[in-house]
């Protein structure tokens, strides 16, 4: 029965991915592990530790669920909850220390926000090296000798993640647009509440349209027909007499679909989406830049990067942030920089325009 | 290692509205935010106790020797605590506080040094028997069962034999009904602590943000709340959590659910 327990919880995590799913930080031995076997480091998400186990399947490893406030990794580490703080916490009290002989970590890639491997290795005393973004790929990564080529540190936003990701905007919206409403105005007024949504819809739609590529366009054209296919055809097949209130509850509905498909479509990530967040929370945007003259060319910044924006420069050794257009702003490189090379343009072009003003007054 | 591609559009949300969700705990992590106000708020919240628990931990801190505080806040207590005979070593996790701690502190009697990590640091941090005191104050009701258990055991080995760890906590309540009231008391309390946080991060208030914000955010937020409820962890039974040389000289009730605990390490002879 322990399927049907895992499946269930699956399906509602994923339905409501926006709030937290924690669980006691623990470490978790899989298969016979010796003490040389690898220490892999995840965060106390429920729904992220079941797919982790399922995917590690019978490799031989320890696995540390490092306390995060039960947030999955990626939003954990660039919200500040999956830190170093996390880590050491969890090697000390999980007694690791004296199962294995060697000291190093493998930390999700998608961890490099927040967390700095030299500090790790100054406070704590253990190394760290990143491992894959998905867990699926880590069965190889082991087998590769734990090289991290690249297609295994690189996002990928494919059909299913987007799918995946409109289960989990779908769980948002009921929340976001008809909990409230239902709970305060009573079930009869969500009719009512649906202009509302129709409103708030075509606003996000707005807001998030700073967030597309071009390559995303023809998926996005897709998402679109297929969001407004479904409820017509719905409507359309149905036995309900074609009144002005079913009309605009299909309208209604039909763009809300087609907010959670293109919200899924458009792949923003945890800084791009920020445009809401720079609006709500006044987060900072993030422009990288690299100093040619102090970068040195240990290309870290190119390992960590997940959307594999920096290249090496034809001439020399420095790299460059050859693909801007693809910069999520997760800040990784920002964080995980050993000489300060990388650098927030914009911040600094802040910074400046203050002194002037302070000069200025 | 999960890719975890999904929610993404509430992660702000998430932003310090778990962890401890005690009735202090909760309202601490709106102190914090001000480190200028932070005493003067605990001292409301507390009814005073706050600063009569300092005063008790100041009558019971050795007037000599090396202090150790875990958790050092706004630095209230260092400042009562500094005395030319006295090193005080302070840490606390949180930069702000260290940054308005330090500053405090510049100039006052003796030596004082304010680092900013976290009591999990210990083990490197510090030697083994280097401290005649320690001092955590609110500090073990934000850590997990485990890391209890590895500070406690941290502290034995950093004080001295007969040394003293001065621990001041809220802790559960004895009989089951004044836990459930307690309970009670503290839903709605963190419900609103954890809105008014998140009210307080719209970076520039207007009517409309703060509509919007209001009427579709709040139900992921109280949802958000919910969840953490159960995470609610005042201590007890902590002195059966004890490391065997560890023992428990004296327990100070003050009101709401606080104590100050005197715990002394055993010198061997003794033993």
Redesign the interface.
């Known amino acids: 029965m322990k399927w049907l327990k895992d499946f269930v919880l699956d399906l509602v995590q994923?339905f409501?991915?926006?709030?937290?799913?924690?669980m006691?930080?623990r470490l978790i031995v899989i298969g016979h592990p010796d003490r040389k076997s690898p220490v892999?480091v995840?965060t106390n998400?429920s729904?992220?530790v079941r797919?982790?186990v399922r995917?590690l399947g019978r490799q031989d490893c320890y696995l540390l669920v490092a306390?995060a406030?039960?947030?999955?990794?990626?939003?954990g580490a660039?919200?500040?909850?999956f830190t170093t703080?996390s880590v050491?916490?969890i090697v000390?009290?999980?007694g690791v220390e004296d199962l294995v002989d060697h000291h190093t970590l493998v930390l999700?890639v998608?961890a490099a926000p927040s967390i700095n491997v030299r500090d790790l290795k100054q406070?704590?005393?253990w190394s760290a090296k990143f491992?894959?973004?998905?867990?699926e790929d880590?069965p190889e990564f082991f087998h590769n000798s734990m090289k991290l080529t690249q297609a295994m540190r690189t996002?990928r936003?494919e059909v299913k993640?987007r799918l995946?990701?409109s289960v989990?905007?779908t769980g948002?919206i009921i929340?976001?647009?008809f909990?409230?409403p239902l709970?305060i105005w009573g079930i009869r007024s969500e009719l009512l509440f649906m202009p509302t949504v129709l409103a708030?819809s075509l606003w996000q739609l707005g807001w998030y349209r700073e967030s597309s590529r071009k390559r995303d366009y023809l998926s996005r054209l897709g998402s679109y027909g297929l969001a407004l296919s479904v409820p017509i055809f719905g409507c359309l097949i149905g036995s309900a007499p074609f009144q002005l209130s079913t009309a605009l509850e299909v309208v209604c509905i039909a763009v809300g679909s087609v907010w959670v498909v293109q919200?899924a479509s458009s792949g923003?990530?945890?800084f791009k989406?920020c445009s809401?967040?720079?609006?709500?929370?006044?987060?900072q945007p993030i422009s990288i830049a690299v100093v040619e003259e102090d970068c040195t060319g240990c290309a870290i910044c190119a390992q960590v990067c997940p959307l594999d924006c920096f290249e090496r420069l034809p001439a020399g050794r420095a790299f460059d942030i050859i693909h801007p257009e693809r910069c999520v702003e997760c800040g990784a490189c920002l964080i995980q920089c050993p000489t300060g090379a990388v650098v927030n343009a914009h911040k600094l072009v802040s910074q400046a325009a203050r002194e002037l003003d302070r000069r200025a007054a | 290692?999960?890719?975890?591609?999904?929610?993404?559009?509430?992660?702000?949300?998430?932003?310090e509205?778990?962890?401890t969700t005690m009735l202090t705990v909760v309202l601490m992590r709106v102190f914090e935010a001000q480190p200028s106000r932070y005493d003067r708020d605990m001292n409301l919240l507390t009814m005073g106790e706050h600063s009569r628990i300092h005063g008790a931990i100041v009558a019971k801190a050795p007037s000599e020797g090396k202090i150790c505080e875990i958790g050092c806040g706004a630095g209230a207590l260092l400042v009562r605590l500094a005395s030319g005979r006295r090193r005080l070593v302070a840490l606390d996790?949180s930069e702000e506080m260290v940054e308005f701690a330090r500053n405090r502190v510049a100039g006052l009697e003796g030596r004082i040094d304010v680092d900013r990590?976290?009591a999990?640091?210990m083990?490197?941090l510090f030697a083994a028997a280097e401290f005649d005191c320690v001092i955590a104050c609110l500090v073990f009701s934000e850590l997990?069962a485990?890391?209890q258990?590895?500070v406690l055991t941290e502290c034995r080995r950093i004080l001295k034999p007969g040394g003293t760890l001065l621990l001041a906590d809220e802790f559960r309540s004895d009989g089951w009904l004044m836990n459930t009231i307690s309970w009670c008391c503290c839903a709605p309390v963190h419900l609103v602590a954890n809105i008014w946080l998140h009210m307080r991060?719209?970076?520039?208030p207007s009517f409309w943000?703060t509509l919007?914000?209001s009427?579709?955010?709040?139900?992921?937020l109280l949802?958000?709340a919910v969840?953490?409820l159960p995470?609610v962890r005042p201590l007890h039974d902590l002195s059966r959590k004890l490391p065997t040389d560890m023992t428990l000289i004296e327990q100070t009730k003050f009101r709401g659910n606080l104590r100050l605990l005197e715990i002394m390490k055993l010198v061997k002879d003794t033993i």
């Open positions: 994923l409501f991915r926006m709030v937290p799913h924690p006691r930080p892999l995840t998400c729904l992220t797919r982790l995917a306390p406030q039960g947030i999955n990794v990626w939003c660039v919200g500040g909850h703080e050491i916490s000390h009290t999980s999700p998608l406070r704590l005393g491992g894959p973004v998905r867990a880590i996002v936003f993640d995946e990701m989990a905007m948002s929340l976001r647009f909990l409230f709970v708030l919200a923003y990530t945890p989406q809401y967040s720079q609006a709500f929370y006044g987060q | 290692m999960n890719c975890a591609l999904g929610e993404y559009a509430v992660l702000p949300l998430y932003n509205v778990l962890d996790k990590r976290t999990l640091e083990d490197r997990t485990d890391e258990d590895w991060r719209l970076s520039t943000r919007y914000y009427v579709v955010e709040m139900p992921l949802l958000s969840v953490s995470l």
